[in-house]
Structure formats: C-alpha cells, structure tokens
C-alpha cells in the first residue's frame, strides 16, 4: 500500500460497515497523526546540521581555510542535531538527566558554604 492511500483509505466509501463520514475523519486524522507525530525530527536534525554546515562553508570561503570551518560546522552540527533528537524521542531521561546535573550542581554549591 502507498504512503497516500495508507492515509486517504479512511476517506473512500466504508461500503456496508455502517460507519458513518464522522468516524472516517476520525481514522484520517489517527493515521496522518501516526505519520506526523515525529515529522518535525528530520527536519530539525537538518537544521542544527544543515545551518553549521553552510556557515562554515561561507566562513571558509571568506577566508580561504576550505576544510577547518566546514568540518567544525559537521562536528558541532552533527552533536547538537543527535542531542536534540535524543531529547526528543527518550524525554523521560533527558529529564532525569538534567535534574540529576542540577542536584549535583546544588549539592557542590553546599559542599562550598
């Protein structure tokens, strides 16, 4: 089945099921948001790539280091695009992360005083 009639299925008759054109909009929008709920991640990760990548080909062109600048847009790029898409798909543990680096922050500012 193609990704287009994956999603329009819902629409076309429902024959004699009995269901009626409420309950195929329904099904619609259950399918598209499947496919739509983590859409918003390629883009994102194109992004954080994609912006450092093309900055450090302008900086490189202005002043004639062709690989430093690209490569360090890649590098930095690369990080923040797989930091992102982890907090985005493991929300529960960036979470936990973060209060763990915050508590252990604290607990240095105690041990300080």
Do not use: N
């Amino acid at each position: 089945m193609l990704f287009w009639e994956s999603i329009t299925s819902p629409l076309k008759s429902s024959g004699s099921s009995g269901r009626g054109p409420k309950r195929d909009r329904l099904r619609f929008s259950d399918s598209l948001g499947k496919y739509l709920k983590y859409s918003h991640i390629g883009f994102q990760f194109l992004m954080c790539v994609g912006l450092p990548i093309a900055g450090g080909v302008w900086l490189d062109l202005r002043y004639g280091l062709m690989p430093l600048f690209t490569l360090l847009g890649l590098v930095l790029g690369f990080g923040a695009g797989l930091s992102s898409l982890y907090s985005d798909l493991f929300p529960e543990s960036a979470k936990k992360t973060s209060k763990t680096k915050q508590r252990d922050s604290d607990s240095e500012d105690d041990d300080k005083e």
